[in-house]
């Protein structure tokens, strides 16, 4: 359980950090794209592998529409 806490408050850490530097950011499974073979492979990821999520930080100055979030 402590494992779980301290992984939980580390990427809450990354995410404020991001957030205190200007950059946009969100914690998602990813979705099917992280779940495809090809991504997997560039990322070095073994398909066995269960990938509970990812973070993801972008730039303030991406435009909107080169960026879809599904709220949650």
């Known amino acids: ?4 806490a ?3 408050a580390a ?3 990354v995410l404020l950090g991001a957030t205190s530097r200007g950059k946009r950011n969100y914690w998602s ?4 794209l992280l779940r495809s073979s090809g ?3 560039k990322l070095n990821i073994p ?3 269960i ?4 973070i993801f930080i972008y730039p303030q100055e991406l ?3 080169d960026v879809v979030i599904k709220e949650g």
């Open 1 to 4: 359980m402590e494992h779980i």
């Open 6 to 8: 301290a992984g939980s």
């Open 11 to 13: 990427i809450q850490n």
């Open 29 to 32: 499974t990813g979705g099917a």
């Open 39 to 41: 991504l997997r492979k």
């Open 47 to 49: 398909m066995d592998e």
């Open 51 to 54: 990938l509970l999520g990812a």
């Open 63 to 65: 435009p909107a529409a």
